[in-house]
């Protein structure tokens, strides 16, 4: 069964420029703790971004796929829903995998995912041979970029 906040996810919107695009309108899922009795609990937040692309460097000899998450501050429930604790109950739970850029645990909602897929595809058609380059570092478990400059 599909989780309430996650069906009722704004519906986002694409921008598309040349080898990045930006996804806004993303709501993301923060896992998060409580100080108190220190359970997880989970919170969103709205008007988040997803920046997605290709990084092409040295005259298109180096192509590698990115994909930053840029969520809006997560508003966390007034108490706790396990202990009933107000205040500063929540803070985020850190994210313990060297492999994962992101600080925290979070997750986007909604139809994010299809859209970045959408952009996937549309690279792909403009720019295959780049598009292969980036597939096979993946493949070889080069690191990928992170989102250029002013992307």
């Known amino acids: 069964m599909l989780h309430p906040m996650a069906a ?3 519906p986002t919107t694409l921008t598309f420029n040349s080898t990045h695009a930006v996804i ?3 709501r993301y899922q923060h896992l998060g703790t409580c100080r108190v009795c220190r359970k997880s609990s989970h919170t969103w937040s709205d008007n988040g971004e997803l920046r997605v692309g290709l990084h092409i460097r040295n005259n298109g000899k180096t192509c590698r796929w990115y994909s930053e998450l840029h969520p809006a ?3 966390p429930h007034d108490a706790c829903p396990h202990c009933g604790a107000t205040g500063r109950w ?3 739970m850190r994210n313990t995998s060297p492999l994962d850029s992101n600080p925290y645990y979070v997750s986007a909602m909604g139809d994010a995912y299809e859209r970045e897929q ?3 595809a549309r690279l792909r058609e403009v720019r295959p041979e780049a598009c292969e380059r ?3 570092a993946d ?3 080069h690191k990928r970029f992170p989102a250029p ?3």
């Open 149 to 151: 400059k002013g992307a």
């Open 118 to 120: 959408e952009v996937y």
């Open 24 to 26: 806004t309108g993303v």
């Open 134 to 136: 980036a597939d096979r």
């Open 90 to 92: 929540w803070y985020p």
């Open 73 to 75: 501050p997560p508003v």
């Open 8 to 10: 009722t996810a704004p």
């Open 139 to 141: 493949a070889r478990g």
